[in-house]
């Protein structure tokens, strides 16, 4: 009797306790719910006590006899809001081990020094920087995207402005609440920023128009080994690469000899281009969709299957969807080159683990040259600003306004000098006039792209003060010790290649195909160029899968996107 | 008497006796509080979204929230339907559900008879465990996995080919073999899982039954085909009628992990697609018309195989 009772009473509480978890699961959710009300109440009475000012202040103005002076049409928040205001500012989270985007010292810092100042609470969001895509299309699609909604690229700028994620701006207003910004800015943003004639984004300064770090790494060594000159065409990279084969080293890992799976950024075919063919340019080179169908494409993708019928390039090189097999290959001696940005944690995740596996590894910048036929080596260039952001069109007009003093608060002189380098003696220290970094690892310590996600709004790069100092600075700031010549190298071929240097055409008008077959046409350029680079066997055989692959490519929706790309082109709707 | 009049007859019985709800849910309302847990998750994961099915009939956009988007009819759904990739992924996931079930659903059924067979106990739950444990390993980590083991450059099988002398076989960057090993490696994941039914199933087969079998002269196989087999009988047809429902479905995360670029003939699927167009590409509307599609599809198969299956005199699913 006593066994069964207590029997009884053991299975009741088990149930009692499953239905409180599940009741506590329900609590959790709820409380976060309510929390979110709260949120809401609060920017709905932001909202009133706004149009409550903005009544007072048109009244004022009528009583002063109707003026037009900008500055009269604007509260002046210096002082701080009223209310407090919730700024939520999209930060990339990019995987970095032992950095949490958004909450860190630096996060810490800008909500003491500026939210506190003007009553502002500013909130980061994690965006993935490999997902940003999706991640702003589930926030907006969600009604809980952050204020800004930014990328770095235009056209998909132009897809969420597509799809209504955006409030039209007030340039005066800007103006008024970030003068100093909107002096160095406002030109570029009234060009830049307008589509269907209407200015609806905003977009942060690129003093640096090509990347001064990014570099493809050859193994010096090997080339040494073999008498070889650095090549400087792609006949002479491709004849080294047969000498590197036939010597049994290895094969290239990327640059022409497409070390991984091009499934993004399409401008690999830039120096198969002719530049002078503007209409052509403007109507293939995009980064959001490959140009299958395009002559230059088409060289280029010869050149690959030249390179993988040989067995130049890695033959599993389609399985390599994020470069990570293309850097295990570098490092662990099988492959001769390898692309990427060169800064101070390249020492640890390439240089060492390379010198540890081949102790007698050499490294050195291959000349872009050698990834060009004729070694006419040419470039995307930049557009003359980075970051492109607009405002949330859910966003209030005490978010927007608190948005623009934001930018204007990061856009001084010693914000940005603070933000982007940390603080003297502890993040740096001055060697001839330039900071350099000191590795610091204490708790000031900046982000591994120094707090760049950060001040990406107002600007792309580091500011320096003169050419010189740039120089200098790029060199300490991303050299790993002991190879400062690597960037001293990337920064010597960017000037012999200099007029290489071609900026995509930017429309001013969303491509609306565009944003339709996209990524549609990304699937098919995936399985389309794999299977023609790794199956054709001949050149004929080449030319018939080519013509059959680009009719589909065409249908596909393609031919669609040149169309309107064309009638864009002709009503000189672009820069 | 039937066995199945029988035991209809019993239950009518049984349901005369029945007191009120009211009187059921004093005395069982524990259990009634369990099943609150269920049924709220089944609410808000399975129904409350299917009011978002309207968005196949909209032309909408993200910022339009529920009631936004103007209603555009069929239109959508020809759009779907006109799409280079449409038919494509119909064949592609019709056989690559209906191989799954050719090779996977048998699979389980003959390990737990075979199990079922095994006397050593410890054996029997080592070998269960392991049986059990690639269920458990997402389809990513198996996808990884796989590309180490199979691939034709790198992979570990195919270096110990090598070295014994023979020709590298393409598991993984060729169509038909792509199609082969994919087939493979999810029986071989979902078989141990799919056995605890039928165990649980092959554990409720009255005794007797064997013994009067044994008495008869009945070996092992022949108590195996005529006993145990036929009692488990039910379980197998409402299996089987649930994966028929899932024909026109299947992973998309398993597609995902094992595809490349190299072999795209039998990848393109429709939960694959479904995917690109929902997730990667904005269109919701298209994407959710695609959904809708397939679950009607999966809908009339489920009704049509209970049907048949009744009318042959099983129990069927509803």
Redo the contacts between chains.
């Keep these: 009797m006593k066994k069964k009772t207590l029997q009884r009473l053991a299975?009741?509480g088990l149930?009692m306790a499953?239905?409180a978890g599940?009741l506590t699961g329900c609590g959790g959710s709820g409380s976060d719910a309510s929390s979110d009300n709260a949120d809401q109440a609060q920017t709905e009475e932001a909202d009133t006590s706004a149009t409550e000012t903005e009544t007072e202040t048109e009244t004022e103005g009528e009583e002063a006899g109707g003026e037009t002076a900008a500055a009269g049409d604007f509260t002046d928040y210096s002082g701080g809001f009223p209310e407090t205001v919730t700024l939520q500012v999209p930060v990339y989270e990019r995987g970095w081990e032992g950095w949490n985007p958004t909450d860190n010292y630096w996060t810490k810092w800008i909500q003491e020094n500026f939210g506190d100042k003007y009553n502002v609470n500013v909130e980061f969001i994690s965006i993935g920087r490999s997902t940003e895509?999706?991640d702003f299309?589930q926030l907006?699609?969600a009604?809980s995207a952050p204020t800004f909604v930014f990328h770095y690229d235009y056209p998909n700028i132009l897809?969420y402005y597509?799809?209504?994620?955006y409030q039209e701006l007030n340039a005066d207003e800007i103006a008024y609440y970030a003068p100093s910004f909107w002096e160095r800015m406002g030109d570029i943003i009234q060009d830049y920023g307008v589509i269907d004639g209407k200015l609806m984004v905003a977009m942060g300064d690129r003093t640096e128009l090509v990347s001064s770090n990014f570099g493809t790494l050859i193994r010096q060594d090997w080339l040494d080994e073999l008498q070889l000159p650095m090549p400087t065409t792609l006949e002479e990279f491709n004849d080294t690469l047969m000498k590197f084969k036939d010597a049994g080293y290895g094969f290239a890992t990327v640059g022409s000899g497409g070390g991984q799976?091009l499934n993004k950024s399409f401008n690999f075919d830039n120096s198969f281009r002719d530049l002078s063919d503007r209409e052509g340019i403007a109507l293939n080179s995009d980064l959001a969709v490959a140009a299958f169908s395009w002559e230059p494409t088409k060289e280029y993708m010869r050149n690959l299957n030249y390179q993988y019928q040989n067995g130049l390039i890695d033959?599993?090189f389609?399985?390599d969807q994020d470069g990570n097999q293309a850097k295990a290959n570098f490092i662990s001696g099988k492959a001769a080159t390898y692309s990427c940005y060169i800064n101070a944690g390249t020492m640890e995740n390439v240089i060492q683990p390379l010198l540890q596996n081949n102790p007698e590894a050499k490294l050195a910048i291959l000349d872009p040259g050698a990834n060009a036929p004729g070694g006419k080596s040419q470039a995307r260039e930049y557009w003359p600003f980075g970051m492109i952001y607009g405002i949330n069109?859910d966003a209030t007009d005490e978010e927007r306004i608190a948005a623009w003093m934001y930018i204007e608060w990061m856009n001084q002189d010693e914000v940005l000098t603070v933000l982007q380098n940390g603080f003297e003696g502890k993040n740096y220290e001055l060697k001839d006039g330039v900071k350099a970094p000191t590795g610091y690892t204490g708790e000031e310590k900046l982000s591994n792209n120094d707090n760049g996600d950060y001040w990406c709004l107002v600007n792309a790069n580091k500011k320096y003060d003169s050419e010189e100092e740039f120089r200098k600075a790029i060199v300490y700031v991303n050299a790993p010790v002991g190879y400062e010549y690597l960037i001293e190298d990337i920064l010597k071929y960017q000037e012999k290649y200099e007029e290489g240097f071609d900026p995509d055409t930017c429309f001013t008008v969303p491509i609306e195909s565009l944003?339709?077959y996209s990524?549609?046409l990304t699937?098919l350029w995936?399985?389309s160029y794999?299977?023609l680079v790794?199956r054709a066997t001949s050149d004929e055989e080449f030319e018939t899968m080519y013509e059959e692959m680009k009719q589909?490519y065409l249908?596909?929706g393609y031919q669609e996107i040149l169309d309107e790309k064309k009638a864009a082109f002709d009503a000189g709707q672009y820069h | 008497m039937s066995d199945a009049t029988m035991k209809k007859l019993a239950v009518k019985e049984a349901r005369k006796q029945q007191k009120s709800f009211k009187d059921c849910f004093k005395r069982d309302w524990?259990?009634y509080?369990?099943l609150?847990?269920p049924l709220?998750f089944c609410i808000l994961f399975k129904y409350v979204p299917m009011a978002w099915l309207q968005i196949a009939f909209k032309d909408w956009?993200?910022?339009?929230?529920f009631f936004g988007g103007e209603w555009v009819g069929f239109e959508i759904f020809s759009k779907v339907f006109g799409h280079?990739?449409f038919v494509k992924s119909l064949r592609n996931t019709l056989l690559l559900n209906v191989l799954d079930l050719i090779v996977g659903f048998p699979m389980p059924i003959i390990l737990a008879l075979l199990l079922n067979e095994v006397k050593n106990i410890v054996f029997k739950k080592v070998t269960q465990t392991l049986l059990y444990l690639p269920h458990f390993l997402s389809w990513v980590i198996i996808g990884g996995l796989v590309?180490q083991l199979f691939?034709?450059?790198?992979g570990v099988v195919n270096a110990l080919i090598q070295n014994a002398g023979g020709a590298p076989i393409n598991f993984l960057q060729e169509d038909t073999n792509w199609l082969i090993t994919y087939i493979v490696i999810g029986a071989w994941q979902s078989m141990g899982w799919g056995t605890i039914i039928y165990l649980a199933s092959i554990t409720s087969v009255n005794s007797e039954l064997y013994e009067a079998a044994r008495v008869d002269g009945a070996n092992r196989w022949q108590q195996m085909l005529n006993v145990t087999l036929p009692c488990i009988r039910s379980t197998i047809v409402i299996l089987l009628i649930m994966q028929l429902g899932k024909i026109m479905g299947g992973s998309f995360e398993r597609i995902m992990a094992l595809m490349?670029?190299?072999t795209?003939e039998y990848t393109m699927t429709i939960p694959v697609l479904v995917y690109?167009w929902g997730?990667?590409?904005?269109?919701?509307s298209q994407s959710t018309a695609l959904g809708l599609f397939q679950s009607v599809i999966g809908l009339i198969l489920v009704l049509a195989s209970d049907w048949i299956a009744k009318k042959l005199g099983e129990d069927g699913l509803v």
């Design positions: 299975a009741a149930a499953m239905v599940t895509v999706q299309t907006l699609s009604g897809a597509a799809q209504g994620a799976l033959p599993d389609y399985l069109a944003a339709e990524s549609d699937e995936k399985e794999v299977q790794t589909e249908d596909a | 524990q259990l509080s369990l609150l847990i709220f956009k993200i910022k339009d929230g280079r990739n590309y691939s034709v450059n790198t490349n670029y190299a795209t690109q997730i990667q590409d904005m269109k919701f």
